[in-house]
């Protein structure tokens, strides 16, 4: 388990030895989804607190199982920055992402300016998806897979998302709960 406790975007200092730190001894959304990454083999659990994580470019992309929490959609927000508003998160074959209780916004690098899911699962819970462009959710395979990952969404809200379908799934399996 790690808890951010710093908005900022530093990487981690040492990278796989288990311990979210960066070289300002914080441990930051960056920091944790690399310590995540180097450590295969378990889910991995990010906890994030109330504040705004503010992204300058894109977050490493999640190649383990790693399941973020917010405190609560109004009171967690992911957003890219204004300076290239990159993409947030990108999940490639090999990793899974869970997001629960956290506003992803202000992405327009797509597909799937908020959450491109190449191969990779995704599960959105207790989610706000606003203000993305290039469609903000997307589950893209280019061929066939079976079984096929899957792109699950409960309890989210999308609202004011361009260019693109607000979520997209291709080859992928789509759940979608209220």
Same mark, same amino acid.
């Given at each position: 388990?790690?808890?951010?406790? %710093?908005?900022?975007?530093?990487?981690?200092? %040492?990278?796989?030895?288990?311990?979210?730190?960066?070289? &300002?001894?914080?441990?930051?959304?960056?920091?944790? +989804?690399? =310590?995540?990454?180097?450590?295969?083999?378990?889910?991995?659990?990010?906890?994030?607190?109330? &504040?705004?994580?503010? =992204?300058?470019?894109?977050?490493? &992309?999640?190649? =383990?199982?790693?399941?973020?929490?917010?405190?609560?959609a109004v009171a967690t927000i992911i957003?890219?920055? %204004?300076?290239?508003?990159?993409?947030?998160?990108?999940?490639?074959?090999?990793?899974?992402?869970?997001?629960?209780?956290?506003?992803?916004? !202000?992405?327009? !690098?797509?597909p799937g300016s908020a959450v491109y899911? +190449?191969? &990779?699962?995704?599960?959105?819970? %207790?989610?706000?998806?606003?203000? !993305?462009?290039?469609?903000?959710?997307?589950?893209?395979?280019?061929?066939?897979?079976?079984?096929?990952?899957?792109?699950? +969404?409960?309890?989210t809200t999308f609202s004011g998302n361009?260019?693109?379908?607000?979520?997209?799934?291709? !080859?992928?399996?789509?759940?979608?709960?209220?």
């Amino acid at each position: 388990v790690f808890t951010v406790d %710093d908005p900022g975007e530093a990487s981690d200092a %040492d990278t796989g030895d288990g311990v979210c730190a960066t070289a &300002g001894a914080v441990c930051t959304l960056r920091a944790a +989804i690399e =310590q995540a990454n180097a450590l295969p083999g378990t889910a991995h659990m990010i906890h994030l607190p109330a &504040g705004t994580f503010e =992204q300058g470019v894109s977050l490493p &992309g999640i190649t =383990q199982d790693v399941a973020i929490t917010g405190v609560s959609a109004v009171a967690t927000i992911i957003r890219s920055s %204004d300076a290239g508003h990159p993409r947030l998160f990108l999940v490639p074959t090999g990793g899974a992402l869970a997001l629960v209780g956290v506003t992803l916004t !202000n992405a327009t !690098n797509g597909p799937g300016s908020a959450v491109y899911a +190449i191969g &990779g699962a995704v599960t959105l819970t %207790d989610c706000v998806v606003t203000g !993305n462009a290039g469609g903000a959710v997307k589950g893209d395979v280019l061929s066939t897979v079976a079984p096929p990952p899957s792109l699950t +969404i409960a309890g989210t809200t999308f609202s004011g998302n361009t260019g693109g379908a607000a979520v997209g799934a291709s !080859n992928y399996s789509l759940a979608v709960d209220g």
